[in-house]
C-alpha cells in the first residue's frame, strides 16, 4: 500500500490532519502495509510536516508509530534539516523528542553500520526482516547514472557510520557529466524517493560519529575507516621536507625502502621528501616535518595505521611493513586531493586532522585470466597494474594459468616471473599462481597434471597462497573421495598432496563444487580456504557463507569485472556484483575477496573496462562501510581522481558510459525491464553488439529499431568527446597527432598515470567497435523492417548476406580498417598470442561482409 496514504500526506498535499482518528489511521496503514518514513519528492517525512506545524500531537503519534527523526531532506524548505534538527527551535517539541528517546527504543538514523545496502543484498535481508518497501525500490537496481547530482549521498551530504561525508557534486565529480540526457530514449529514472525510502528504513543502534566537513576528504579512496578533524591552523606542505624514523623492531632499511618505493607519487604531488634523522624510541620529539614510528606493538591490527597532521607535523604510526604503504598511499591522496587538484574549495593547504584506519579484509586480491586465448599484459604493463593496485591499497594479485598433462600455459620466462614476484613484495602485494584445466582432462591425467603444475610452482618462490580453479578443484574433489568409503583413508590417498605444496603453503578452492557434496568437503585439506564464485549482478553469495560457517572453515569471495563477452564491459553488472559480493562476504565473516577478470573465447573487451569494477572492489574491501549510493554514483569521477589522477577529466564517466549503452542496447534486444540485472553480464551469447560482430545472423532484431543504434552511436562519440573537456591547461594537439579526439588528447598530456595511453586508446578502439556494430544493426533493422507492421513481426534479421552489395562494401572497409587498429592496439599492451583468436571474430565477419572474396587473416 502506498505510504501517502498516511494521514492524508503526499507530495502535492504536505499537510497532516490533527483529528482524533489520526493515530487509528497510522495503525490501519501500518497493518496494510504502509511506510510510516515514506519520503515525498522533496526528501521530506510526515515528522518534517508535523514539526514544522508545531503539532505536538501529531508529532507524538508517529514517534509512537516509529517515525524516524533522523532523516534529512535533501531540497525543498526543508533542505538539511532532519524533523530532530527543526525542533529545536521549538521547545516543546524538542522535549518530548528527548524525552521519547530517552524512554524507547533506539534511533534510526540515515545509513547504517554497513552503509546504504545494495538492492541486491536488500532484497534478502529486508524479506528476512519482515519490512517492506513502497514503490518497488527492494530489490532494484539504478542506473550507474541516475544518482547524479541529485543523489541523497551527495545533496543530504548524510554521513556513513564512520563519520565520512559522500562527496558533493562541486568535489571532483563534474555535474551532470552524464552524456543520457532528457531527451535521450536512453534515459533512466532517478527514483531519489525509493532511495530515501531505502536509507530510512535502516537501522543503527549508536549515534554516528561526527561528520567530516572538509569537503576534499571526501575525495579519499577506499574512504578511511575513521577521520577526526583537528582545531588548528592548516598545513601548506613544503616543496622540500625531512623525515624522522624512529628506530625499532622493524630495520630502519625496510622502512627507507618503502618510502623510496612512493617517493615518485610524493614528487608528483609536490613533496620531495629526504631522510633526516633516525632517532631513538625515547627521544624527544624532532623538528623534522615528517615522523615514521612501525611497531605492530603500538596498533591493534598489523594492517593498521594513524596519520596525524597537526601544527605543521605529520605523524605515521604504523603496525607493520605493509600499513606504512597504505599510510603513505592516503599521505599522497590528501596532498593530490586537498593540495594539487583544481576541484579543492581551499586549494594549497591540509586540514589538521587525525585518520584510523584498517582494512575490512585481510587479504584484497585481483585475479587475472592469463590463459592462451586471453589479453595477455605485457610484463611492463602488468608492472605498471601492480602500482596502480598498491596505490588503491590492494595486496594480491593472482595469475590464473591453464594446467595440462604437458605444459603450464605460462605466458612469461622463469626469470621475468622471478622479477615480478619481487616487484609485488616490494610493495606488499603477493604473488598468487592460480592453476585451472580444461574441460576434457580427467581424474586419470590429475597425475600428470600435479607434477606439471609442481614444476611451475618453482618458479613463484615466495608463494604463500595457491589458488586452485573451478574445473580443477571439481576433478580433485572427485578423486579425493571416489570409491572410498573411510573418509579418513581417503585424506591419506588424496591427491591434494600430489600438487608437491609445501606445508606452510594456503589452498584456495572453488567453493561452488562443494555445494551439497559433504563428502567431498570433508576430505579437503583442513586448511584450505573456500572461494565462493559468483560472477552475475544478482548473484546470491550467501549459500558459501552458509557452507563456510557449517564446516568451520575460512572464506573468501570471488566477483567478477563483467569486462568479458562484450565491447566495453557490463559496468552496471560489474560493481552491483562487487558490491554484493564484498558487503555480503564481510557480514558473512569473508576473510578476503578476489575479483576476477576473465577472458571469453575471444578477447574483444579491452582490458581498461576492468579497471571501474575493480577500484570498487578496492574501496568497499578496505572499508565495507562505504554507502552503496555513493558508490554506484561516483565511479567515474574516482577512476579519474585515482588512477587517471586528473579530477574532472571525464575518462572514467567515458567508460562507464559505453558500458552503459551497451548495455541498454542488449536490454532492449531481450525486451528486458530497465532495472532487470538478471543474465547480466551474458557470458553467452554476449552482449548484442558483441552478437552482432560474432555472429550477427543469429541476433533477435523483433525489439530493436534503427533509433536505437543511432542515439548510442550518438552517446558513445560524445561520451569519447567529453574526456579532458575539464580539464585547463592542457595541450590537445598530443592526443591529435596519435590520432585521439582532442577531449582523449587533453587527458593524455596532463595523466601522470603510466597506463593512460594505452587506456585512451582501447577507448578510442572500443568506440570504433561500438560504432562498427550499431551501423550492422541499423542495416539490418532498415533492411528487415516489415513494412506492414499490423501484420506479422515488426523486424526480422535478414541475414549479412542479404544486405545490398553497396552496403555491405561500405560496411566490409570500416570493419576492414577496424581489424587494422584492433591489431595495433592489441600489440602495444598485450603479447601476440591471443590476437589471432580474438581477430577471428573480425575476420569472420569480413567474410560474411565479402563472400566472393579471400580475406587472410593478419
Keep these: 500500500m502506498r505510504a501517502t496514504l498516511l494521514c492524508n500526506w503526499s507530495p502535492h498535499n504536505q499537510s497532516l490532519p490533527s483529528s482524533p482518528r489520526s493515530c487509528f489511521v497510522l495503525q490501519h496503514s501500518q497493518t496494510r502495509g504502509a511506510d510510516i518514513n515514506a519520503a515525498n519528492s522533496d526528501g521530506a517525512t510526515p515528522l518534517h510536516d508535523a514539526v514544522a506545524r508545531g503539532d505536538e500531537n501529531i508529532v507524538r503519534i508517529l514517534l509512537d508509530h516509529d517515525a524516524n527523526p533522523h532523516i534529512q531532506c535533501y531540497k525543498g524548505r526543508h533542505k538539511g534539516k532532519t524533523p530532530l534538527e527543526m525542533a529545536s527551535c521549538k521547545p516543546q517539541l524538542q522535549d518530548l523528542m528527548q524525552q521519547y528517546f530517552l524512554e524507547n527504543k533506539p534511533i534510526q538514523v540515515n545509513g547504517i553500520a554497513n552503509g546504504s545496502v545494495s538492492p541486491l543484498l536488500e532484497r534478502r535481508s529486508l524479506s528476512d526482516r519482515g519490512l517492506s518497501m513502497s514503490r518497488g525500490a527492494s530489490g532494484s537496481l539504478e542506473s550507474l547514472a541516475s544518482m547524479g547530482t541529485d543523489s541523497v549521498m551527495t545533496g543530504v551530504e548524510a554521513g556513513n557510520s564512520d563519520g565520512i561525508l559522500p562527496r558533493k557534486p562541486s568535489v571532483g565529480t563534474p555535474q551532470s557529466r552524464s552524456p543520457l540526457q532528457s531527451s535521450s530514449s536512453l534515459e533512466l529514472s532517478p527514483r531519489m524517493e525509493q532511495v530515501c525510502e531505502r536509507l530510512a528504513s535502516a537501522q543503527l543502534t549508536a549515534p554516528p560519529r561526527p561528520l567530516v566537513t572538509h569537503s576534499s576528504l571526501h575525495l579519499l579512496w577506499p574512504q578511511p575507516r575513521r577521520i577526526i578533524e583537528l582545531s588548528g591552523p592548516r598545513w601548506s606542505p613544503p616543496s622540500h621536507t625531512s623525515l624522522a624514523i624512529v628506530a625499532g623492531v622493524i630495520p630502519v632499511h625496510k622502512i627507507v625502502d618503502v618510502w623510496d618505493i612512493h617517493k615518485g607519487w610524493l614528487e608528483e604531488v609536490g613533496c620531495h621528501v629526504s631522510l633526516g634523522a633516525v632517532v631513538g624510541a625515547r627521544d624527544p620529539p624532532t623538528s623534522h616535518t615528517f615522523t615514521c614510528i612501525v611497531d605492530a606493538a603500538l596498533t591493534n591490527h598489523p594492517h593498521q595505521y594513524t596519520l596525524t597532521i597537526q601544527d605543521s607535523k605529520v605523524t605515521m604510526l604504523c603496525g607493520s611493513i605493509e600499513s606504512l604503504h597504505y599510510a603513505l598511499v592516503t599521505l599522497v591522496q590528501l596532498l593530490r586531493v586537498c593540495v594539487c587538484s583544481t576541484e579543492a574549495t581551499e586549494k594549497g593547504d591540509v586540514p589538521p586532522l587525525v585518520i584510523i584506519d584498517q582494512p575490512s579484509l585481510s587479504h584484497r586480491g585481483v585475479l587475472l585470466d592469463v590463459s592462451p586465448h586471453a589479453r595477455v599484459p605485457t610484463l611492463e604493463r602488468v608492472y605498471q597494474m601492480v602500482d596502480s593496485l598498491l596505490a588503491l591499497k590492494m595486496n594480491q594479485l593472482h595469475l590464473m594459468l591453464r594446467a595440462s598433462p604437458n605444459a603450464c600455459s605460462l605466458p612469461y620466462s622463469p626469470s621475468e616471473v622471478v622479477s615480478l614476484d ?105 586448511t584450505a580456504i573456500l572461494v565462493e564464485y559468483g560472477f552475475q549482478a544478482d548473484y546470491d553469495f550467501s549459500r558459501g557463507v552458509q557452507l563456510a560457517v557449517e564446516s568451520g572453515r575460512p572464506l573468501a569471495v570471488c566477483p567478477g569485472t563483467a569486462a568479458w563477452s562484450s565491447l566495453s564491459g557490463w559496468p552496471e553488472a560489474g560493481v552491483s556484483n562487487v558490491y554484493s559480493g564484498v558487503v555480503g562476504g564481510v557480514d558473512g565473516g569473508a576473510g578476503g575477496v578476489v575479483v576476477a577478470h576473465w577472458s571469453s573465447s575471444a578477447a574483444l573487451t579491452p582490458l581498461v573496462f576492468a579497471w571501474p569494477p575493480i577500484l570498487v572492489a578496492a574501496g568497499l574491501s578496505w572499508n565495507h562501510n562505504t554507502h552503496w ?81 543511432s542515439s548510442v552511436m550518438r552517446h558513445v562519440r560524445r561520451a569519447v568527446r567529453e574526456v579532458g573537456s575539464a580539464v585547463p591547461g592542457t595541450n590537445p594537439q598530443v592526443g591529435i597527432a596519435r590520432g585521439l579526439s582532442p577531449g582523449v588528447g587533453r587527458a593524455t598530456a596532463s595523466s601522470p598515470w603510466p597506463l593512460i595511453t594505452l587506456a585512451v586508446l582501447e577507448l578510442h578502439l572500443a568506440m570504433d567497435m561500438i560504432l562498427a556494430a550499431c551501423r550492422l544493426g541499423r542495416s539490418l533493422v532498415s533492411v528487415g523492417t516489415n513494412p506492414r507492421s499490423n501484420i506479422g513481426v515488426a523486424v526480422v534479421n535478414p541475414g549479412v548476406g542479404n544486405l545490398p552489395p553497396t552496403l555491405r562494401t561500405d560496411l566490409a572497409n570500416k570493419v576492414l580498417a577496424l581489424r587494422e587498429v584492433y591489431s595495433s592496439v592489441w600489440m602495444q599492451g598485450q603479447q601476440a598470442a591471443g590476437l589471432q583468436s580474438s581477430l577471428l571474430v573480425l575476420t569472420s565477419l569480413l567474410a560474411r561482409l565479402l563472400p566472393d572474396h579471400s580475406l587472410q587473416p593478419s
Aim: hydrophobic share 40%.
Design 422 to 526: 619481487r616487484y609485488c613484495d616490494d610493495r606488499g602485494i603477493s604473488l598468487v599462481p592460480a592453476f585451472d584445466i580444461e574441460g576434457t582432462i580427467s581424474s586419470t591425467q590429475l597425475g600428470a597434471v600435479a607434477t606439471t603444475i609442481s614444476a611451475t610452482l618453482t618458479h613463484f618462490p615466495s608463494a604463500r597462497y595457491v589458488h586452485i580453479g573451478p574445473r580443477l578443484t571439481a576433478v580433485l574433489a572427485e578423486a579425493s573421495c571416489g570409491g572410498n568409503s573411510d573418509p579418513d583413508n581417503a585424506i591419506s590417498l588424496s591427491p591434494w598432496a600430489q600438487l608437491g605444496l609445501a606445508q606452510s603453503t594456503v589452498l584456495l578452492v572453488c567453493a561452488n563444487v562443494f555445494h551439497n557434496k559433504a563428502r567431498q568437503l570433508s576430505c579437503l585439506p583442513p
Design 629 to 709: 549510493d555513493y558508490v554506484h554514483s561516483s565511479v567515474g569521477a574516482l577512476v579519474d581522481t585515482h588512477l587517471v589522477r586528473v579530477p574532472g577529466c571525464g575518462f572514467g564517466a567515458a567508460l562507464v558510459e559505453l558500458g552503459r549503452c551497451e548495455t541498454w542496447v542488449t536490454r532492449m534486444a531481450r525486451g528486458q525491464p530497465a532495472l532487470d540485472v538478471a543474465d547480466l553480464p551474458s557470458s553467452s551469447p554476449g552482449s548484442a553488439l558483441y552478437q552482432l560482430l560474432a555472429d550477427p545472423d543469429a541476433l533477435l532484431l523483433d525489439n530493436l529499431s534503427t533509433e536505437v543504434f
